[in-house]
């Protein structure tokens, strides 16, 4: 019995495709990292815009000096009591701050960044805002990213 | 957004509450403790849990080296919504 092939035959499933893999080689040991947050949490300074709920694709550069008082969440994509209750469960700046003092890594990046994931416009966070976001990251010579809210 | 990271050169780990997502999207590197969406990086004011979820999701920095890499971690934190 001979396999039944059918050219041109399409599934009717949706498949999602993977995009290929991106890496940047680490270099270097963690105690000798600056090290900046990136969170699609919301997270912004009390001062700074919110975020609108209906989708935004703009970013908030989040000073490292920041305090956890002057920091706050716009997203209505998640539960928010967590966050509104201690902003390091997004946005861990005082852990890494402990950790920069503990000597675990080099130092905190002078500015982080915030912003509202969860859907809104694709195309414009994919070739505007993340590479606006790297681009800032590079200018400040950062070694290395933690992100969250994935 | 890690993606993009990545593309300038700068290493990247994305803590995950939904791993599957972040496969999905073409993680480089993820760290997944058990948390929900709202707390990422552990509990609200559980200093000991956020520091050990960011120094563990940290360490995979150095430990990955293949990218698309996933690794749970040992934390655990349910939301009482």
Redesign the interface.
Known sequence: MSMTVVKGLQSEIFVPITPKSVWAPVTKPLSEMTVALATAAGVHRVDQERFNLAGDFTWRKIPNESTEAELMVTHGGYDNSDVNKDVNCMFPITRLKELAAAGFIKECAPFHAGFMGGGGNIEKFTNETGPQIAEMFKQEGVDAVLLTAG | ???????????????????P????????R?AAPIV??????????D?AM??E???A???L??EIET??KIVSLPFEYH?V?
């Open positions: 957004m890690q993606r993009a990271i990545e593309e300038v050169g700068i290493p990247t780990v994305i803590i995950a509450a939904l791993p997502v972040v496969r999905q999207a073409g993680t480089p993820a929900p969406m709202g707390a990422n990086a552990g509990a609200p004011n200093i956020q520091t979820i960011v120094k999701s940290l360490n920095l150095e990218p698309g939301a919504i």
